[in-house]
């Protein structure tokens, strides 16, 4: 994936497209993703995936889905490697926490250096 994106965890933790891949990523515990996308020709914006039951990569949109059951078998049942991360429900101030982070954070924090 060429794009930018957050995956945000149950624990408080998140990982960032400037410091993992995709394929080395927790697979557990998936609260939310932020990521940035193209939602005119040229015009970029950030959006927040959060609520489902699994997420998975797109390579042909840059873009990172959620879905349920069936949207998982549908994913699935595409040719190539594939990648899922399992969502989690939490208690409401978690779900709260990890969302305002999410909001909160700038790419320049997220992609800034972690040491």
């Given at each position: 994936?060429?794009?930018?994106?957050?995956?945000?965890?149950?624990?408080?933790?998140?990982?960032?497209?400037?410091?993992?891949?995709?394929?080395?990523?927790?697979?557990?515990?998936?609260?939310?993703?932020?990521?940035?996308?193209?939602?005119?020709?040229?015009?970029?914006?950030?959006?927040?995936?959060?609520?489902f039951?699994?997420?998975?990569?797109?390579?042909?949109?840059?873009?990172?889905?959620g879905?349920?059951?069936?949207?998982?078998?549908?994913?699935?049942?595409?040719?190539?490697?594939?990648?899922?991360?399992?969502?989690?429900?939490?208690?409401?101030?978690?779900?709260?926490?990890?969302?305002?982070?999410?909001?909160?954070?700038?790419?320049?924090?997220?992609?800034?250096?972690?040491?």
């Amino acid at each position: 994936m060429n794009s930018r994106w957050a995956i945000y965890y149950d624990d408080g933790g998140w990982e960032c497209h400037a410091w993992i891949k995709p394929i080395d990523l927790a697979k557990l515990g998936v609260v939310s993703i932020r990521q940035e996308v193209e939602l005119a020709p040229g015009h970029m914006d950030v959006i927040h995936v959060n609520g489902f039951d699994f997420y998975w990569p797109n390579d042909l949109d840059n873009r990172w889905w959620g879905g349920d059951l069936f949207g998982l078998w549908d994913y699935l049942t595409q040719p190539g490697a594939k990648i899922v991360l399992f969502g989690r429900s939490v208690p409401r101030t978690v779900w709260d926490q990890v969302l305002e982070m999410a909001k909160r954070h700038t790419w320049a924090e997220l992609e800034g250096d972690r040491g």
